[in-house]
């Protein structure tokens, strides 16, 4: 993770680069060569309609016919209509030839951004030969409204639907809504739902911030008369926890609507008072336990123009909430599947049960017709009691269910909109007459996130251990980073965030998610620097324990490592500091030792001030590596040697030289000090045998860690060249393992190593015990960000081909482009395949057979690699070398398929 400077890489890097250097680039265009830029993105978002950020970034991704290609420059034009960009002309910004290799992060310089405004973007590149792309496509952003002078709406509630009419004189030419809650809201136009966004707005702590989204709603808009509606909901607004009271007592609605008319004129309409409220068909609503829905007080027409709402009262205006007003810039909750359900049983009489086949977050459409006033319940779970009854022990307090009441006339659908259920099993009560497969689908709900990543292995277990956390992954995405989806928790648990986050960026684009939630975490910081478990806080503690709270630094690096994001370093320096601070004052003889639950969850015991302490270590280094990144040598100094002190307190408080154990001796209190290569240099070998003699003899080739140590012990492992017996690790069957997991039916990760399913804590779908995905990435599949050129710019491709795994096909859709690493072993031959996104460079390690003693290796049908030497003059390759036993070439961008061969 934190590796020393690599002088030979970087040369190499730089003398590609320095090809581009001084060159008088001209002009000329290409249909060979570069090919123009493609998915123009803006704060990691694509065609955002509403951000708030006032120099915002634009990333591109360069293609190009040749191989070892790099961008030597770059022209980006922002025009305030698509017209003018047609035209090649940037209004707002020209950023001319702008000699630069940045092809993410590159800052917006032009003119100051205007509210409630869109513009347009394209960008074409030279490249290293000094030949120019095509533009790219036109992009677009949308600036929301970028001071809280802009906003006129008030905070409004009263009841839970909301309407207002309007009359316009004119053809809709543009129109933006601007919308948030104090809770969900679902809006509404000339009854059709705004957007598709569920669950909005993103759980924040609301007194402090409260995130809005922007929606086109141009076309939802028509001369003449419109009626808006919304519904609204409590959510985590109105719902408190074990610890923390709920912020407010009514939810509330905000809404700014913006059109300009044909007639060039400008309409503002606002949340105040002259709209009018109703209590709607939502009878009750809450996120753990589930909404109660009667069909029999719906108001047909109620969110369409000429409703007679004659008998609803004027809304109230509300307090709301004081807090900042922020554009919502992350991919939204979403209904992003559905799911049909695999099977039916009735095992009782009116007592039906449906298996999805898949536990999952989310909910259920009903579709039933009877009589009036008929209750059908819906009761969620995620296992079964041997009689085929649900059993929902584990869901704790959670109701977890919804009633639905018919109106009774005719087919009647519903699903809830201010709740969501985490389950496999839905248990229907009170269906009138009997119901079939079709009477319900499965709805998967979570934050939208893009795939990019896939990872596949010839071992089926690696895939099925791979499935079940991306479900764990994804079905935990609510906006926040949730711990679970089902019981009375789903919160934003830091230790489960933090070792789950690197996997999660592997797989999904998490860039604008994990921004947002860093975010969070610094709305939660106190003066003193102290920042909490949970985030937002609803359970567990303040000061959080220190393998919580590293979430904030750590999340802080990996969006800095995958991402090349200097801003969040900058914008959380000060944060970071008062963080380091804070636990500075809490370790006078520079070891932290307070804890609340260390390596959680696992089978032998590690101390947690051993943990903390790590985590002390680690988040002091990381700060020294974050001000040197920023040009802040004295802090890099400072914090450099702070880490050092850290570093031997530990040793003398927690290390044993005779034994060469730490603490316990356990998996984890070996393996966390040396993945940051803590040890002392004459004992480090010591603790790797003891480590690996721990997992090989005294648990037979068993994990023993919780989910903070389970983080590090395969990477360590394959870091001190045992990734055989981590792989062993990963293929295990019995318990504890993954695969005991996946055994006894999981589909999802489960909280614990133990199969439980009483009423403990035991959740069946907690991705936290995923950490082994980025393992998978890493190590197997071997693509790796190098520390000291992050966000892809340099790559190390490093594959484990480890026992009886003939094949493995990675790849991670960088901010770069796509990087694949796909591999298959023969005995005596191996042939790896990789894709190097142009403006990157990689160094491709292939590893020897053991076995091996003269090795080839040729690239398509040319020698890279013989007698022990480079072969030059294959395209794209500039360098290779041997040493672990391992060839490792220097390669530009392209695709390259290589074959080692040995005898
Ligand atoms: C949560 C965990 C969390 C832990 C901390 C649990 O209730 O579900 O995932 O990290 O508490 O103690």
Redesign the pocket.
Known sequence: MLRSYSILRFLVFAALLALTVGLTIPSVQAAEGPLAPVNLRCEYLNNPLGIDVRQPRFTWILRHTERAQLQSAYQVLVASTLELLAQNKGDQWDSSQAASDDSTQVVYKGKPLESDHSYWWKVRYWDKDGKASDYSRPASFGVALLSSDDWKGKWIGGANLLRKEITLNNKVVRARVYVTALGYYELRINGEKVGCNDLDPAWTTYPVRVLYSTYDITSQLRAGKNAFGAMIGGGWALLGARDVPAPYKQSALLLQVNIELADGKTVQIASDSSWKVTQGPVVSDSVWDGEVYDARRELPGWDSPGFDDSAWSAAKILEGSKGILSAEMMPPIQDVDSMVPVALTCPRPGVYVYDMGQNSSGWVDLHVSGPRGTQVQLRFAELLYDTGMINRENIRGAKSRDIYILRGDGEENYHPRFTYHGFRYVEVTGFPGTPSLDSLRGHVVHTAVNTTGSFVASKTLLNQIHKITRWSDLTNLMSVPT??DQRN?RMG?M??SQTSAEGMMLNFDMAAFFTNFVRDIRDVQDPDGTIT?TVPLRY?SRPADPA?GTAYPLICWYLYQQNGDRRILEENYDGLKKYLEFLHSRAPDDVLRFS??GD?VSTEKTPGAEVSDFYYYYDTLLLSQMAAVLGNSADAASYAQRAEQIKDAFNKAFFDPETGNYTTGTQTANALPLFLDMAPKDRRGKVVSNLVNNVLYEHDTHVTTGFIGIRYLMPVLTQFQHSDLAYDLAVQTTFPSWGYMLANGATTLW?LWQNKTGPA?N?HN?H?MGSVDAWFYEALGGINVDPDLPGYRHIRIEPQMVRDLTSVSATVGTVRGEVTSSWTHEPGVIRLQVDVPVNSAASVSIPEDNEMTEVTVHEGNRTVWENGHFVEGTPGIVAGKMGNRRVSLEVGSGHYDFRLNGE
Request: glycine fraction near 12%; hydrophobic fraction near 30%.
């Open positions: 711990d679970c928790e648990w230790g489960d478990d567990g919580w609340h639950y959680w909280e804590m959740s907690h936290m």
